[in-house]
C-alpha cells in the first residue's frame, strides 16, 4: 500500500510539538492522530475523544475524513470559556463602564 507524508500538531499555551508522520494512503484524521504518539508527549491527552482539525479547520467527522498529502492533523485542547458568554461579559462591563462616567 502506497504511503503519504502528513503532519501532526497539538500546542499547550507554555509548549508545542509537530510531528511528521508516514501512514498508508487511506488513513484517516482520527487514524494519524492515534498513530502519532502525541499522548507520549502531553500526558493526559486523550486522542480517541479529542476534537480535531485539518489547517485549522474543524472536521466534524475525523474518523471519516480521510487524509491527503501533505495535510496537518490539530489537536485541539477544550475551550476553557465560552466565546459568547466571554464577549457578552466584556459588553456588559463596557456599558457598566459608561453608565458609571460623569456627564460632560
Known sequence: MAEIIVEVAYALPERQKLLRL?????????????????????????????PLGIFGK????????????????????????DPKEVRKQRAARAAKARAERPAD
Do not use: Q
Not at 494519524?32 to 502531553?42: E, I, N, P, T
Not at 466534524?60 to 477544550?78: D, Q
Open 58 to 81: 474543524a472536521v466534524p467527522r475525523p474518523e471519516e475524513r480521510v487524509l491527503e498529502e501533505g495535510e496537518r492533523v490539530e489537536i485541539y485542547r477544550p475551550l476553557i470559556a
Open 22 to 50: 508516514s501512514v498508508p494512503a487511506g488513513t484517516t484524521v482520527r487514524e494519524a492522530a492515534l498513530r502519532s504518539g502525541m499522548a507520549k508527549h502531553f500526558p493526559g491527552l486523550d486522542l480517541a475523544a479529542a
